[in-house]
């Protein structure tokens, strides 16, 4: 165990570490887990909304990627490319547990092309940024839960995450473009259904 753990840190450069994947190294597949884990656990959960889900998630996505590492053309970074195998695991999980409901095609628009929330209130507030309480994360929490899994996926990699818009995009293999409608969507979406909650709570609106 202790030469194995010599051998992972011979890696913390990542064109060390692809390189060494795409040589078939078989401890560069571990030294990969280890070092992108947890971010990929952290969207796989915000994805399921449940841990033991997430888990399973995380392990098929790092098993996918050992198994087809020699795909990966280097174009992006090693991150993002895992991104998109664990976001298209936990979205084809989502699709086999239930139907997407909500339509991406025929949303309520404006004359902008917007989507036109129900009911937004007197509030302003970014789901992504607003340091929350703990009742107010409760809330967030499943409200991000209650988004379409293609919204959801564009909101934790983006707003949550942290990605840029590229590599979001890249990370769900669509469009800047259309990784911004979904993001906007999503917000919105999010707006509608924290609306009546914050309005009457005008406190959680505090900076």
Known sequence: ???LTIDLNLYADEATLID???SGDKHA???MVRQHGSQMYAVALRIMGDPDEAEDVVQDAFISACGKVASFEGRSKLSTWL?????NAALMRLRKRRDDTVSLDEPQIG????LLPRQLGDWEIDPGRQALSSELRQVMEEAVESLPP????AFVLRDI?????QEAAEALDISE???KVRLHRARLALRERLAGYLTGHPQEMAP
């Open 1 to 3: 165990m202790a030469g």
């Open 20 to 22: 060494a994947l795409l």
């Open 29 to 31: 597949c571990a030294c």
């Open 83 to 87: 991104y998109r195998i664990t976001t």
């Open 111 to 114: 004359e902008e092309g917007e």
């Open 150 to 153: 293609a919204l959801r996926a």
């Open 161 to 165: 995450q942290g990605l840029s818009t």
């Open 177 to 179: 473009t259309a990784l």
